[in-house]
């Protein structure tokens, strides 16, 4: 009797799946934008589309990819997010969520409560990647992915996978956010996005597609201001996420101009503090691989390898001023001496004179040079050397 009673109980609990929801009915977010305007929260909630994604699973979709949004208002970001519920008529699961995109008003005056509403909503997931923009979100959500893909594949959804092409601003998630946030001596930089319709054509048409165009630098909570993708070139280049840099070099040799593409490759970035009887020095140490991708004519690994360092070095000086002109530290200076060198930290914080990174204290080492063309094959050879 007693073993009779205990597989009756057994059953009972395995037969317990009757509130499961079948994935086809429930409403998969993957974006979600916050702006706030008229003292009121904007959200966005952007959503995947299974008839896209089966069209691509069979190969590739003929038709240009649907996107679905839903827009809320409300004092509050949850509240906002619940008049969406009223309107999308099946639940919304939010396990897909893979880009944040906050407007340029949330950064300025809100973010702090943002980002403390999405990290107490035990719904979202914090591993998605922010951005900030300021243009409207739905129009960042509703741009286009070339060959009819799926907004999944854009690169702001996966920014580290086209790093390998040509690189960024290193990608931020929610969850690094989260962690710097409230860090006082840490500059932040959130990348920025913006749409551009005139680099991809349909056809004749013309195919708005979102793209990077720097990063807003934060301190803390506070929004410093904005820097282009040019001011930031130096930091681009070397910071130790990068993985490629393309930059060309111009020659002139008997009145006629030659251009040198060479591409830089997996640079490693170390900030130098030393302390000694005359103070605290600060510099950078940079070492980096290149590689000779394109010239028309012969050329010599010294005389390049100079014109290389030259170059690193006046573009990180020039990203390095930039920042100090809106009070940002993208080199994480005072950062690393509030961390390993407190008391001179406090000193610096009480006179108010931080140390000046000087642009000959940036020392840049190349790699032996190499080269794909057939022209300078061997070009680090001793032989080619002595030319």
């Not at 970001?77 to 995109?101: C, L, M, R, T, W």
């Not at 929610?174 to 860090?183: M, N, S, T």
């Not at 500059?187 to 720097?214: C, Q």
């Not at 201001?225 to 930031?232: R, V």
Request: contains cysteine; positive net charge.
């Amino acid at each position: 009797m007693r073993k009779f009673l205990t597989i009756i109980c057994i059953l009972s609990v395995l037969t317990g799946c009757t509130k499961i929801n079948e994935i086809q009915f429930q409403s998969y977010a993957v974006g979600i934008g916050i702006d706030y305007q008229n003292d009121e929260y904007h959200v966005v909630l952007q959503f995947l589309d299974f008839s896209n994604v089966a069209k691509m699973d069979q190969g590739k979709s003929d038709e240009s990819s649907p996107v679905w949004i839903g827009e809320g208002k409300g004092k509050t970001v949850e509240d906002a997010i619940i008049k969406i519920y009223h309107g999308i008529q099946i639940p919304v699961n939010y396990d897909q969520i893979s880009v944040f995109v906050f407007g340029k008003s949330v950064l300025e005056n809100r973010l702090s409560k943002t980002v403390e509403a999405l990290d107490t909503n035990f719904n979202i997931r914090l591993t998605g990647w922010v951005y900030g923009t300021e243009e409207p979100v739905e129009k960042i959500f509703t741009t286009k992915v070339p060959f009819n893909y799926a907004y999944t594949n854009a690169r702001i959804v996966q920014p580290e996978y086209m790093q390998q092409q040509d690189s960024s601003i290193p990608a931020l998630s929610l969850q690094g956010l989260v962690y710097q946030l409230h860090e006082k001596t840490k500059t932040i930089l959130v990348p920025s996005i913006s749409t551009n319709d005139a680099i991809m054509n349909h056809d004749k048409d013309k195919l708005p597609v979102t793209i990077f165009n720097g990063a807003y630098l934060m301190k803390g909570t506070k929004l410093n201001g904005h820097l282009n993708e040019k001011d930031l070139k130096g930091f681009i280049r070397v910071n130790n996420k990068s993985v490629r840099s393309p930059v060309i070099f111009s020659d002139r040799d008997a009145g006629k101009e030659e251009f040198v593409q060479i591409e830089l490759l997996n640079p490693k970035i170390k900030r130098m503090v030393n302390k000694d009887q005359n103070g605290i020095q600060i510099g950078l140490d940079i070492k980096i691989s290149a590689i000779v991708r394109e010239s028309s004519k012969e050329i010599l690994s010294p005389t390049i390898k100079r014109q290389i360092k030259e170059e690193i070095r006046k573009e990180v000086y020039d990203a390095y001023l930039k920042s100090q002109k809106i009070g940002g530290d993208i080199y994480q200076f005072e950062d690393y001496m509030y961390r390993f060198m407190h008391d001179d930290w406090k000193s610096f914080q009480t006179s108010g004179k931080f140390p000046i990174l000087n642009k000959k204290d940036i020392h840049v080492d190349i790699a032996p040079l190499k080269s794909i063309n057939r022209i300078n094959a061997g070009i680090d050879t001793p032989r080619n050397n002595r030319k």
